[in-house]
């Protein structure tokens, strides 16, 4: 009996990151959607930044991710380990190491270094040198512990506000991941008018009652513009 041949093995087309839709891009996916939202490999290839002949920067860093595992096994190797893997060499390899350390380093501070809020005017002493001068309205999240520590600061949307984009399921969904036990709204108006327009008020409100369904409070919603802020609780505007 004939013996039936292997059919012939068809190799993955390569494609460079440049040659990817802008939408798959890790840049400009991380620009449009946020960093949280890249898996490990685009995160990875956004540091590398460029691979090699017929090898991308998202290719390295799958088989980065492949060879050893996963991001922990991978942070604890040294630069001669990492630039054995195909499209590293030493300059890239050399800037994992570095982000890594980085890495290790904020995880080492003291837990007493996270700010802690107590008031509006912490939010707003906090916030104000930052966003006084921004030209684009941004829409911010600020993730609390049990002791009103920030644990994380999440950038939920960029441009004019709307019900849309700020949807509670972007703004809680990080919360429940993190544990956070408590959070507080924040946006900025680049006009320099601190006046809560209906359209936040509404907003706010969708996100506390949204709030106490998941059991995590809104605390405030903090408006930042100019040199000047609005409380949202202080107003009494939170529901």
Known sequence: MARRSAPPRVEPTYRAIRELRADERPRERLLRYGAETLADAELLAILIGSGTRGFSALDVARELLRRFENLTELSRRDVSELRSVRGMG???????????????????????????????????????????????????????????????????SEGTLDASLVHPREVFRLAITESARSIILLHNHPSGNAEPSPQDIAITRQLVSAGKLLDIPVLDHIIIAGEGYTSLRERQLLE
């Open 90 to 156: 030493q300059v890239r390899a050399i800037v994992l190491a570095a982000a890594f350390e980085l890495v290790r380093r904020i995880q080492a501070e003291p837990f007493t270094a996270r700010k802690v809020i107590r008031s509006p005017e912490d939010v707003a002493r906090m916030y104000i040198p930052r966003l006084r001068g921004a030209r684009k309205e941004s829409f911010r999240v600020l993730l609390l512990n049990s002791a009103n520590q920030v644990q994380r600061e999440v950038l939920v």
